[in-house]
């Protein structure tokens, strides 16, 4: 087998073993047997079971933040330079969820090992997260110019917030569905996404909450009286 053909085995057998089973349960000699390749051959081209995941995730990761950031700028050539905060949130959230829910998507390899990768917080996929972070920067100058009046620290909490609802919502989808019993549908991807970025630009454009103005204390004779506690 020539060496890209070999690469390419094993990255497949991997994605396959990974999404069928888990990270922990699948060890480099099952994917070795599942590529009908030799042990030498997966150090060779990659060093180790961590670097074999980290490859999968980022080639699976790359896919959907080109898919993301070309919305992103169709959004913002459509508005003229500056996408409307809604764009913006749909094309941060959507591919993410286009590519892992839907019945023509998640019986995919390429979606059940992406849906491993959120559920499964396993080392080598964390510290890719908690790295790349560039493409999200993009959003975040996006938002800056769709809401100027806000601040960054509200725009990346609600960057952040965006993020984790789409996770959340593919990591527990079948407790979703069995909570609701099944009156969330889960297969309708597009009023998913809908519901996301509706939620997502609310919080944005909700203005600013209040703090709760700190207690008051007031002393009789140097003691607290039992109304002020």
């Known amino acids: 087998m020539a060496s890209d053909q070999t690469r390419s085995a094993i990255l497949a057998a991997a994605e396959r073993l990974y999404a069928d ?3 922990g349960d699948v060890t480099l000699r099952d994917i070795v047997a599942e590529a009908n390749v030799n042990l030498a051959a997966v150090n060779y081209h990659f060093g180790s079971k961590d670097e074999l ?11 959907t933040n080109r898919e993301r950031l070309n919305e992103l700028r169709a959004a913002e050539e459509k508005g003229g330079g500056r996408a409307s905060i809604e764009d913006i949130m749909r094309a941060l959230v959507g591919p993410t969820l286009r590519g892992c829910l839907g ?3 998640e019986g995919s390899t390429a979606a059940r090992f992406m849906i491993r990768a959120s559920i499964e917080s396993v080392p ?3 510290r890719i997260k908690n790295r790349e972070v560039d493409h999200l920067r993009k959003f975040a100058a996006a938002m800056r110019r769709a809401m100027p009046a806000s601040s960054d620290t509200e725009l990346y909490w609600g960057l952040h917030f965006a993020l984790a609802m789409a996770h959340h919502t593919i990591r527990e989808k079948e407790r979703l569905l069995r909570l609701s019993e099944g009156k969330c549908d889960l297969d309708d991807v597009r009023a998913i996404i809908d519901r996301v970025v509706t939620v997502s630009v609310m919080a944005l454009t909700m203005g600013d909450v209040p703090s709760k103005p700190a ?3 007031v002393a ?4 607290l009286t039992r109304q002020d506690l």
Not at 53 to 63: D, G
């Open 124 to 126: 080598p996929i964390r």
């Open 103 to 105: 019945p023509d998507r």
């Open 53 to 63: 995941i980290a490859e999968l995730f980022v080639t699976r990761s790359i896919q």
């Open 220 to 223: 009789m004779h140097g003691r």
């Open 21 to 23: 089973r888990g990270f």
């Open 215 to 217: 207690p008051r204390t």
